[in-house]
Nanobody
Framework: QVHLVESGGGFVQAGGSLRLSCAAS????????MGWFRQAPGKERVFVGS????????SYADSVKGRFTISRDNAKNTGYLQMNSLKPEDTAVYYC????????????WGQGTQVTVSS
């Protein structure tokens, strides 16, 4: 069973940057597509972006395109979400997830990390 642990959240002023990490247990991390999601207070969890198993392909939600970058280091079993030009509307709990069933659905989730952007 894969376990995911996010870190790197915190408080930042608008225009600032943060880098979130997602550390995965197990030796099969490189087999799984990874995704990042976020959930703002009172709202549903939404897709932020994803990265292919080898890191050669990424996709992003329109709201973060050009500001956020997803990467991964399979040798370190870790994924990353670099967030630049942060806005107050980026405030949310951020989750990483993995498609361990290889069926296109994210079935393993981390516990989440809070990101708060002040104006």
């Amino acid at each position: 069973q894969v376990h995911l642990v996010e870190s790197g959240g915190g408080f930042v002023q608008a225009g600032g940057s943060l880098r979130l990490s997602c550390a995965a247990s197990g030796r099969t991390f490189s087999r799984y597509r990874m995704g990042w999601f976020r959930q703002a207070p009172g709202k549903e969890r939404v897709f932020v972006g994803s990265i292919s198993t080898r890191g050669t392909g990424t996709s992003y939600a329109d709201s973060v395109k050009g500001r956020f970058t997803i990467s991964r280091d399979n040798a370190k079993n870790t994924g990353y979400l670099q967030m630049n030009s942060l806005k107050p509307e980026d405030t949310a709990v951020y989750y990483c997830a993995a498609d361990t069933s290889l069926d296109g659905r994210y079935d393993v989730w981390g516990q989440g990390t809070q990101v708060t952007v002040s104006s």
